[in-house]
């Protein structure tokens, strides 16, 4: 990676580009702000919050960019995009060129450039957080460029190898498998996409709202691998519709699993069994790929006082759903304080400009119930923060005696996820942890059994859709490779 690199950052244009302003004129351009649609508007529909940023707007922010030497905006990218190259193209206007250069790594950019938490990754690598000042927008350079690609019209041009005659066949369409797929599809292999649920997309389609990530974002990104020569099956269900060993007879020589982290977390407290107490993956599912309550068929329960349990982005997208689902309060609960969510910046701030009622450092302990045994209450435990756990987080304590009870009629409890088993489990002899996860390689991402490799929340048990693309395009360089030299 670092000699081409080199190689682009020393390219003519580069360098003449580079020489054209001083780092001092570029200092002094101010970060670019995303226009947003107005809060109250945007509760009452499905539309995405984040507008995008304009031709000019992309234009300036880019020429923040200082071109860095050794550019360390790279090493904190989980698939490792040469940033500052797509960005010095945004600069001179070549926006095709930026487009091509995301697509040299990343299978979906414009779904990354939404919903990629930047701020702790790529961006927080940013030299300009040392010069005392906010970073470069990576991903609403990142967003814009492949919106652009999107909305212009023009051929996506993706470097491919010849075809090789060798099949490898994916299990789940998540961000994981889709990285994985693009990736050996530009290798040469024959790739054939298994999904279990009627829509391509995995937790992209079922577990984000459009108003975050648009589905037209996304089947947009799914039919550029088509284009590649991807094939995709729905209703399938590996290890019930076929097996492991189907797939060898039909002639796969690889096996990816990436299937995902789809079996809710409850907290084992009294109550959970009431109706209206629901798991955010119930829920988000519902809603956003079964179109729940917006003229789809599938049924979903609704409330006037919705509180939703957890702090990370899930919990995020539960709130702002509920509150389009047209809730009259909603309130976040989450046993520590603001400053320790998990969730994004952006998603915090956009659920409270929205309304949302952040009620930290308490913790459910009991959901009592009507005569019809519909949840009605939600006693919580106030906490407090006490030592740092072996993560480093300050672990909440319970304040002796302090327990409130809060009128609520649905509960949407979004404490963590777990792999759904019946995929690792239907595969005999592999190599299981106790958490339900495939044990795997860190560094090639192959499991026990030497033709199947996996990644993203099937290993990890729940991780950032990043980190999932980037555990696809290890196991496929490193599949790939053990393939060919056959």
Same mark, same amino acid.
């Given at each position: 990676?670092?000699?081409?690199?080199?190689?682009? =950052?020393?390219?003519?244009?580069?360098?003449?580009? =580079?020489?054209?302003?001083?780092?001092?004129?570029?200092?002094?351009?101010?970060?670019?702000?995303?226009?947003?649609?107005?809060?109250?508007?945007?509760?009452?529909?499905?539309?995405?919050?984040?507008?995008?940023?304009?031709?000019?707007?992309?234009?300036?922010?880019?020429? =923040?960019?200082?071109?860095?030497?050794?550019?360390?905006?790279?090493?904190?990218?989980?698939?490792?995009?040469?940033?500052?190259?797509?960005?010095?193209?945004?600069?001179?206007?070549?926006?095709?060129?930026?487009?091509?250069?995301? /697509?040299?790594?990343?299978?979906?950019?414009?779904?990354?450039?939404?919903?990629?938490?930047?701020?702790?990754?790529?961006?927080?690598?940013?030299?300009?957080?040392?010069?005392?000042?906010?970073?470069?927008?990576?991903?609403?350079?990142?967003?814009?460029?492949?919106?652009?690609?999107?909305?212009?019209?023009?051929?996506?041009?993706?470097?491919?190898?010849?075809?090789?005659?060798?099949?490898?066949?994916?299990?789940?369409?998540?961000?994981?498998?889709?990285?994985?797929?693009?990736?050996?599809?530009? /290798?040469?292999?024959?790739?054939?996409?298994?999904?279990?649920?009627?829509?391509?997309?995995?937790?992209?389609?079922?577990?984000?709202?459009?108003?975050?990530?648009?589905?037209?974002?996304?089947?947009?990104?799914?039919?550029?691998?088509?284009?590649?020569?991807?094939?995709?099956?729905?209703?399938?269900?590996?290890?019930?519709?076929?097996?492991?060993?189907?797939?060898?007879?039909?002639?796969?020589?690889?096996?990816?699993?990436?299937?995902?982290?789809?079996?809710?977390?409850?907290?084992?407290?009294?109550?959970?069994?009431?109706? @209206?107490?629901?798991?955010?993956?119930?829920?988000?599912?519902?809603?956003?790929?079964?179109?729940?309550?917006?003229? @789809?068929?599938?049924?979903?329960?609704?409330?006037?006082?919705?509180?939703?349990?957890?702090?990370?982005?899930?919990?995020?997208?539960?709130?702002?759903?509920?509150? =389009?689902?047209?809730?009259?309060?909603?309130?976040?609960?989450?046993?520590?304080?603001?400053?320790?969510?998990?969730?994004?910046?952006?998603?915090?701030?956009?659920?409270?400009?929205? @309304?949302?009622?952040?009620?930290?450092?308490?913790?459910?302990?009991?959901?009592? @119930?009507?005569?019809?045994?519909?949840?009605?209450?939600? /006693?919580?435990?106030?906490?407090?923060?006490?030592?740092?756990?072996?993560?480093?987080?300050?672990?909440?304590?319970?304040?002796?005696?302090?327990?409130?009870?809060?009128?609520?009629?649905?509960?949407?409890?979004?404490?963590?996820?777990?792999?759904?088993?019946?995929?690792?489990?239907?595969?005999?002899?592999?190599?299981?942890?106790?958490?339900?996860?495939?044990?795997?390689?860190?560094?090639?991402?192959?499991?026990?059994?030497?033709?199947?490799?996996?990644?993203?929340?099937?290993?990890?048990?729940?991780?950032?859709?990043?980190?999932?693309?980037?555990?696809?395009?290890?196991?496929?360089?490193?599949?790939?490779?053990?393939?060919?030299?056959?």
């Amino acid at each position: 990676m670092e000699n081409n690199y080199n190689e682009s =950052r020393n390219e003519q244009w580069r360098v003449e580009l =580079r020489n054209s302003i001083s780092p001092k004129d570029r200092a002094a351009i101010e970060r670019v702000e995303m226009p947003q649609l107005d809060p109250a508007y945007r509760i009452t529909c499905n539309e995405e919050v984040n507008q995008g940023i304009s031709e000019e707007q992309a234009v300036r922010e880019a020429t =923040r960019c200082l071109d860095c030497n050794n550019p360390q905006c790279v090493t904190g990218c989980p698939v490792g995009i040469d940033i500052p190259k797509f960005i010095k193209n945004i600069e001179r206007r070549q926006f095709a060129d930026a487009a091509a250069a995301l /697509k040299e790594t990343s299978s979906l950019p414009a779904v990354c450039g939404r919903v990629c938490p930047q701020e702790k990754q790529c961006e927080s690598k940013c030299i300009r957080l040392k010069m005392k000042q906010p970073a470069v927008a990576i991903g609403y350079l990142e967003r814009f460029a492949a919106d652009w690609q999107r909305n212009s019209g023009t051929e996506e041009t993706v470097k491919m190898a010849p075809k090789n005659g060798i099949k490898v066949a994916v299990i789940g369409s998540g961000p994981s498998g889709l990285s994985f797929a693009g990736d050996m599809a530009k /290798k040469g292999f024959d790739v054939t996409v298994f999904e279990a649920l009627h829509e391509i997309g995995g937790v992209l389609k079922y577990g984000i709202p459009e108003f975050r990530l648009p589905n037209a974002v996304v089947d947009h990104e799914i039919e550029g691998l088509r284009k590649m020569g991807v094939d995709f099956q729905k209703d399938i269900l590996v290890g019930k519709t076929i097996t492991y060993d189907d797939l060898h007879d039909m002639g796969f020589k690889g096996i990816f699993v990436g299937s995902g982290a789809g079996f809710p977390r409850f907290m084992n407290i009294p109550g959970e069994n009431l109706k @209206g107490v629901m798991s955010s993956n119930e829920y988000l599912t519902r809603i956003n790929l079964m179109q729940a309550g917006r003229g @789809g068929d599938t049924p979903v329960l609704q409330g006037e006082t919705v509180a939703v349990v957890g702090g990370g982005n899930t919990a995020m997208d539960s709130t702002r759903t509920a509150l =389009r689902m047209g809730a009259k309060r909603v309130i976040l609960v989450y046993r520590r304080g603001e400053s320790e969510m998990p969730a994004r910046l952006e998603e915090i701030g956009h659920a409270k400009e929205e @309304g949302v009622e952040l009620m930290t450092l308490h913790n459910p302990v009991e959901y009592i @119930g009507d005569e019809n045994g519909r949840v009605c209450t939600m /006693k919580v435990q106030r906490m407090e923060l006490g030592e740092p756990d072996a993560s480093g987080r300050r672990s909440p304590v319970p304040v002796e005696g302090a327990i409130d009870e809060i009128p609520v009629d649905l509960v949407i409890v979004a404490v963590g996820v777990s792999p759904n088993e019946l995929v690792p489990r239907s595969i005999e002899g592999l190599e299981v942890s106790r958490r339900g996860t495939i044990v795997v390689n860190d560094e090639s991402m192959q499991s026990n059994i030497s033709d199947l490799y996996a990644g993203g929340d099937i290993v990890r048990g729940g991780a950032t859709v990043i980190l999932a693309m980037g555990d696809g395009r290890k196991a496929a360089q490193n599949m790939a490779e053990q393939l060919l030299a056959k």
